[in-house]
């Protein structure tokens, strides 16, 4: 039995809007009401800035394992073409620079994709054998969900339900939300 310091009571205001979503989240907000998430099945152009998510440090990411990748086969070709086996080929220096970057360029793509794969798991919290936590199944499909956090932002049901009917909701419901 979940207590009352492991869940989340919310109250969902269910959408077929995206305009009516945005509008909606940004009234709210500027009412003082604490927005737990907005839960779309595609962007909504500006409501990042609405909500004061912050810019994503993805790219920072994304170089650094570009990074890794580049530095550890340029490392490995260094190795086996100078110290380990070296080989004359066509008359050609053992430090021929311009024949590594294929390889450095496939290794830096690949360390890429699988790191920014494994971010986006752990950021995520995707877990092998972790159920998603979906608010409404319609949201994967053709419906928004506002989720309002009732505790954080101390707020009259009645009146925020009025809010959200109010903002164009087609459906306004509780949920309780496992920490």
Same mark, same amino acid.
């Given at each position: 039995m979940a207590t009352k310091e492991t869940t989340k009571q919310l109250i969902l205001g269910v959408y077929d809007n995206p305009d009516k979503v945005y509008s909606t989240t940004k009234k709210l907000i500027k009412s003082g009401y604490k927005i737990e998430d907005v839960y779309s099945? =595609? %962007? /909504?152009?500006?409501? @990042? !800035? +609405?909500?004061? /998510?912050? !810019?994503? !440090? &993805? *790219? /920072?990411?994304a =170089? &650094? =394992?570009?990074? *890794?990748? &580049?530095?550890?086969? +340029?490392t490995f070709q260094v190795y086996v073409s100078y110290f380990d086996w070296q080989m004359n080929i066509g008359g050609k220096p053992s430090l021929h620079i311009p024949t590594y970057i294929p390889i450095t360029f496939e290794l830096s793509i690949l360390f890429t994709a699988f790191g920014m794969v494994t971010c986006f798991f752990i950021v995520n919290k995707m877990f092998w054998g972790k159920n %998603? @936590? /979906?608010m409404d199944p319609r949201v994967t499909d053709d419906l928004f969900v506002i989720a309002v956090d009732v505790k954080a932002s101390k707020a009259d049901m009645g009146a925020l339900n009025q809010k959200l009917i109010d903002g164009g909701a087609i459906e306004v419901r509780e949920r309780i939300k496992e920490l």
């Open positions: 099945p =595609f %962007a /909504i152009h500006g409501l @990042d !800035r +609405v909500l004061g /998510i912050k !810019r994503s !440090r &993805l *790219t /920072i990411a =170089f &650094l =394992f570009a990074m *890794t990748g &580049l530095s550890l086969a +340029v %998603a @936590d /979906i």
